[in-house]
């Protein structure tokens, strides 16, 4: 069993920075694939980005490449998204997520790829 929880949420103006934290439990942290995930109010959960165990594969969504920099710690079993240039459409909960099962690839960013969800933290964007 894995456990994530979440930190670094928070109100921030248009173009400003935050950035968000996943600590997780477990001895094993290096064999999980990690990501995050975002829900805004009254739409559907969205795959912004995921790191592969060892942290050389990285996917990004289209939405927020060039803004968002997923990173991972393995030594200190936490990854961390840093989000530049924030716009109110980035106005969410996001979630991190972690994948124990074999065969992750990049491109996974469907909600099932993914076994474990943390509680998620909020992130508005004011314009």
């Known amino acids: 069993q894995v456990q994530l929880a979440e930190s670094g949420g928070g109100l921030v103006q248009a173009g400003g920075s935050l950035r968000l934290s996943c600590a997780a439990s477990?001895?094993?942290?290096?064999?999980?694939?990690m990501g995050w995930f975002r829900q805004a109010p009254g739409k559907e959960r969205e795959f912004v980005a995921a790191?592969?165990?060892?942290?050389?594969?990285?996917y990004t969504a289209d939405s927020v490449k060039g803004r968002f920099t997923l990173s991972r710690t393995n030594a200190k079993n936490s990854v961390s998204l840093q989000m530049n240039g924030l716009k109110p459409e980035d106005t969410a909960v996001y979630y991190c997520?972690?994948?124990?099962?074999?065969?992750?690839?990049?491109?996974?960013?469907?909600?099932?790829?993914?076994?474990?969800w943390g509680q998620g933290t909020q992130v508005t964007v004011s314009s």
């Open positions: 790191i592969s165990g060892g942290g050389g594969s990285e």
């Open positions: 997520v972690a994948r124990a099962r074999a065969g992750w690839v990049p491109t996974r960013s469907k909600w099932f790829d993914y076994d474990y």
């Open positions: 477990g001895r094993t942290f290096s064999n999980y694939a």
